[in-house]
């Protein structure tokens, strides 16, 4: 490939890297070698897809990246612009020195991944904004608190206790998972519940012992891209499944799978809950071809409504579900602590699988969460967090029809994030102007990896800051939606 | 396969088991069952290889197991027994209910990796016994300096930061390892240094981003089996590689590989240094393949004679070593820190990998690390651990001398392990005689995973205890020595 643009940008015809990179680069380059002025209007993503002969997500993926590390500014009303003072690549010249030629670079599985992950989205270290997506209230989290029981443990802890730990977890923590997964209406023994660094390593571990290379899986379409990349990285191949108003759709003449990934509590992005009948349709599906069900309960603690459904876990009889837990929502996202609820005969093959990958989870912090939780502390924060979520889903809700958006908010029965679907602007031109008014929002067609039909909307994240904020980020989002009308950036 | 020993143990050919599990399962199932009665002696190991027609490593791992699980017990100078008070197996009937047969366990990839990882060897939250391989000086670990820090880094952590943090790790610490990194004398920037939780996440990262499945690697032998298991993992082909007295043999005649796994400034298990002509070699051996250094130096801190050698890093100016480094031996391992030194052009695929399978490591755990560094405890702790190594190390060789063993130390000249020749018993008797005895002796032979031809030796770790018990733990072993010559267990 060696086409280029009105822009002095070249593609490389380097089988190593993704479309995506070698846009991403090649920009990058032209930046770094002068070879686009500062200051310059870049061409409208549509046309620079065109020109390059690749699709407009390629390049909005790789715009994004340039804008988030600072080589592009996207300016209100009028484009994305190369920007005035573009960082320095210190490295450029030894990224030269052992370019790609000099040795092979990612194996095909690897390039595979990387494809699949375009560059981390979020401004990391920047003060949460509004509508963040996935960022619990965090300016609600006792730190003193926290602070406290890290040196009561850590002064505590004998030093043999300093050494390889137990490979499923700490045992106090188990326990007190099993008991709070109790109350999602399953049985949940401690034996069955095993800690890990996170739910993306939950999902990494089990993708990789459950499936083979090659292996089919169920996913949901539109769906968490997390769940999308472990599956990648397992070498699954990825069924999409359509999701509506109850859920994903189990198809009986669908292609068999070994697997299905699901988020029936809150369908994620959708947010909608899979039906009990969806529910019993997927087990039986599963009973019928001796298949796995990998349940992500991933913002399961915040509710809005009636009674939830009793999740797949507790309807399933076989041992067929594994359920994936995470304290990313709950408590923050920098512990990196979740867990996993297994059936009895894996807990053994489990445990010697993380021999291979991690051993285990961090002990200090896994018995300041165990402390945490068995003084009541974790049941405290929840309710108030709760109580803080409504308040903020009903800021944004009052906010939009204040401010008098075209947007319309799908209801939102649990979790900590919204879809709403946009009139008269293209979600992704909004994302733009957002982007630039250092408003965070993410357009629906995002989680769409197979082609599918998204709606123009947009997710919005309404958890991570006060209704003081939501209230400032919705009259930014009116300004980017009547930016996004007016501009040819889209 | 349904053989039988003169113990009711039968094996069931399920495929999804290996047969290490099977016999496992089948010795325990028939202690639950009442099948063989308390306190009945086992045949000799090589017996019940024999009868049932498989290696007889194969049976002592089953065996392993279930003495570290309480179901057998081991007698001085007697032999093997069902335990008087078996465990009670509280999921067993679960285990029935769920049967292999009533779903697919696990894949082909995660049935490999469960019999390349026999169930974990230590007695987790046991108090560090002479002569357990890989633990550090924890008695040494300064808890309530380290308790003081995690409660001032949490509490002046901003809200902000308890959100996702950067993938690479907290920049503080990587300029941290950076600096100390540089004393291995090797060109270390910042930005190539990416945090992982734990060594063994760095090696199943890297080995999955750059294996492909039946891509082949090299690997020494014997060798580490944790880089082993991680191989397995990522579906490499493992080419084991002799290990002599100038480290492992690179043989030009040798099979290709994409990758190299090595030890080379403390050859794990044999303790041996990587001669420089040996590291050019292996250099030239890369660039001429474009092949990949995973340079494993995990403990590099402790040294007991003369200038160490460049690490291979150092001496490879292509770009072809990534250099693993952890935490788990200078500081304590439930910490589950380590890092990863990677050329420029694989910093970003990597961080992007990381986004399927674990994002990032634990953020305040990295601060509270970084204060350490910087603040110059660790340098301090390095020096004190260093002083009492020598000491406990010179504390084993006398022991050895006085207590008159038939052991010989083979040179120690850095780490925390020594490997000792044994004569006139063997190293598979004396550690089942050990292991009644509450003492941790390895069997040179358990790291050679193909077949090689180990000497009859005992791998010793020296840093988990002090003097005293060090002295104490080579009486206890000079009787397990004694009882392995007489018994019939080998």
């Not at 730190?143 to 802890?157: D, G, K, S, Y």
């Not at 290379?213 to 999409?240: K, N, S, V």
């Amino acid at each position: 490939m060696s086409k280029s643009t009105n822009l002095p940008i070249q593609l490389e015809s380097v089988t190593s890297r993704t479309l995506q990179e070698q846009i991403y680069l090649g920009i990058r380059r032209s930046i770094g070698e002068g070879l686009i002025d500062p200051r310059r209007r870049l061409p409208s993503t549509r046309a620079l897809a065109d020109s390059l002969g690749v699709s407009r997500t390629t390049v909005l993926l790789a715009i994004e990246t340039l804008l988030a590390e600072g080589f592009l500014e996207s300016r209100p009303r009028r484009g994305i612009y190369v920007a005035e003072q573009p960082p320095a690549i210190a490295d450029e010249r030894a990224v030269e020195r052992h370019s790609p030629a000099r040795h092979p670079l990612l194996s095909r599985r690897g390039q595979a991944l990387a494809a699949a992950n375009p560059a981390d989205r979020r401004t990391v270290g920047a003060e949460p904004r509004a509508f963040r997506l996935g960022t619990p209230a965090l300016d609600l989290f006792p730190t003193a608190l926290w602070a406290r029981l890290a040196r009561e443990c850590v002064r505590t802890t004998r030093h043999a206790a300093l050494d390889y730990g137990p490979l499923a977890g700490y045992a106090p923590l188990r326990e007190a998972i099993a008991e709070q997964v109790r109350t999602r209406g399953t049985r949940c023994d401690p034996q069955q519940v095993i800690i890990v660094a996170g739910a993306q390593r939950a999902l990494d571990l089990i993708f990789h012992l459950l499936l083979d290379a090659g292996d089919t899986a169920w996913m949901e379409e539109p769906g968490y891209t997390g769940a999308r990349a472990a599956l990648i990285a397992a070498g699954a191949r990825i069924i999409p499944c359509q999701v509506d108003g109850d859920g994903m759709r189990i198809d009986d003449t669908h292609t068999a799978a070994r697997l299905a990934y699901v988020t029936p509590s809150h369908q994620f992005p959708l947010g909608v809950a899979m039906s009990l009948e969806r529910r019993r349709q997927l087990l039986a599906w599963a009973r019928r071809e001796r298949a796995w069900i990998v349940e992500d309960d991933y913002d399961c603690d915040f509710r809005y409504e009636a009674r939830p459904l009793p999740c797949l876990h507790a309807l399933d009889p076989d041992g067929r579900v594994i359920y994936v837990g995470t304290f990313s929502k709950a408590l923050f996202p920098a512990m990196r602590l979740g867990f996993l609820v297994v059936p009895y005969d894996l807990i053994e093959s489990i445990s010697r699988g993380r021999l291979a990958s991690d051993l285990h989870a961090p002990l200090l912090e896994q018995r300041v969460l165990a402390e945490f939780m068995n003084r009541g502390h974790y049941e405290r924060h929840l309710r108030r967090m709760q109580t803080a979520y409504a308040e903020r889903l009903d800021a944004l809700r009052t906010a939009i029809r204040t401010t008098g958006l075209p947007l319309e908010l799908r209801p939102v029965h649990a979790g900590i994030h919204a879809v709403a679907d946009l009139r008269g602007a293209d979600a992704e031109a909004v994302w733009l102007e957002a982007n630039a008014r250092k408003v965070e929002v993410m357009p629906l067609g995002h989680y769409y990896a197979h082609g599918g039909e998204p709606a123009n909307a947009l997710v919005l994240g309404f958890g991570s800051v006060r209704p003081a904020a939501i209230r400032a980020g919705t009259r930014a989002l009116a300004l980017a939606i009547q930016a996004a009308r007016g501009t040819g950036v889209a």
